[in-house]
């Protein structure tokens, strides 16, 4: 599996994005998709999964209300909306294909089996 994220940018506090994450290699649907975040100096954490068929969504619970995980199986795309962005939201954000098809299972990073390249987010306050 490959996947590739991307939609990053500079954008002010307040401001959305939209991110994508092309998959390649495999079926699609055959698995979850997550996307995690990485500040400067801290660890990857986990912001949002989907699950195989996109009926079912994890979010971590500051983005919650805020972010909108979505899939497009035929296109082999998944995205991430991110709403009223705060600073603390600025970070390289990685799609990454989880080896199970539930949502609830992919909330952790030892549960994903490929990672994309990231694509940064600059928040602005």
């Known amino acids: 599996v490959q996947l590739q994220a991307s939609g990053g940018g500079l954008v002010q506090a307040g401001g959305s994005l939209r991110l994508s994450c092309t998959a390649s290699?495999?079926?699609?649907?055959?698995?979850?998709v997550g996307w995690f975040r990485q500040a400067p100096g801290k660890g990857r954490e986990f912001v949002a999964a989907?699950?195989?068929?996109?009926?079912?969504?994890d979010y971590e619970d500051s983005v919650k209300g805020r972010f909108a995980i979505s899939r497009d199986n035929a296109k082999n795309m998944g995205y991430l909306q991110l709403n009223s962005l705060k600073p603390e939201d600025a970070a390289v954000y990685y799609c990454?294909?989880?080896?199970?098809?539930?949502?609830?299972?992919?909330?952790?990073?030892?549960?994903?089996?490929?990672w994309g390249q990231g694509t940064l987010v600059t928040v602005s306050s």
């Open positions: 290699g495999r079926t699609f649907s055959d698995y979850a």
């Open positions: 989907i699950s195989d068929n996109g009926r079912d969504t």
């Open positions: 990454a294909s989880c080896q199970f098809t539930r949502s609830q299972l992919c909330q952790v990073s030892y549960n994903y089996e490929y």
